[in-house]
């Protein structure tokens, strides 16, 4: 007896199980994704802010440090080109000097009342001298009836009296003369001292 060949079995997928399981698949994907993002390179509008502001920042305080050295610059500027002017003007003065001096001895030397005009000349040119290099900042050293002062004065010669209070000025050979305050020439003097027996005799009295 023959058996009848027996017809192969199919397996038809049910519709909804086929789609319950690509939904399975998708999701699974979309939750690895999510997990392990790739990445894009691009950063958040919030770093690039703080980027910016740290840029602004260091611009702003490069941009102060060279306003302060530029500053500086033109007041060193300025003082070295005073100094450079006041040191010319001094220049001019200490070869003018000489010239007051010779003033000077020309008015002593001429007592002569027949040089009167003379003297009145030569007394109006100096004083047009005097004023001339006066308002620049010069002036003269008082010497005549002070204290003798080393700062100030250079003794050569000594008088040795009692009339007058040791260190006395007594009398002055040639003027000194300050510029800004500062010593151009000193003042040439005569100085009073007292020798030692008087000074040794004082001191026993007390």
Not at 37 to 57: F, M, R, V, Y
Request: charged share 35%; net charge negative.
């Amino acid at each position: 007896m023959v058996k009848p060949k027996r017809e192969e079995e199919s397996v038809t997928p049910i519709d909804g199980y086929r789609v319950e399981r690509e939904a399975e698949s998708s999701t699974f994907a979309g939750d690895a994704s999510s997990a392990d993002p790739a990445p894009t390179g691009e950063t958040s509008p919030a770093s690039e802010l703080l980027k910016l502001k740290a840029e602004k920042e260091e611009l702003l305080q490069t941009l102060v440090r060279r306003q302060a050295d530029f500053e500086n610059f033109r007041k060193r500027t300025e003082r070295d080109r005073h100094e450079e002017g006041r040191r010319g003007v001094e220049r001019l003065i200490l070869d003018l000097i000489p010239v007051m001096d010779a003033f000077d001895r020309a008015l002593q030397g001429h007592d002569d009342p027949a040089y009167e005009e003379y003297r009145k000349g030569v007394t109006m040119i100096r004083k047009q001298l005097w004023d001339s290099i006066s308002k620049h900042g010069v002036q003269r050293i008082e010497a005549a009836g002070k204290m003798f002062d080393p700062h100030m004065h250079q003794a050569i010669e000594r008088l040795e009296s009692e009339e007058y209070p040791d260190g006395f000025v007594v009398a002055v050979f040639q003027d000194g003369y300050l510029f800004h305050g500062r010593v151009l020439r000193p003042a040439i003097v005569r100085v009073a001292v007292h020798d030692g027996e008087g000074a040794n005799s004082s001191t026993n009295e007390n």
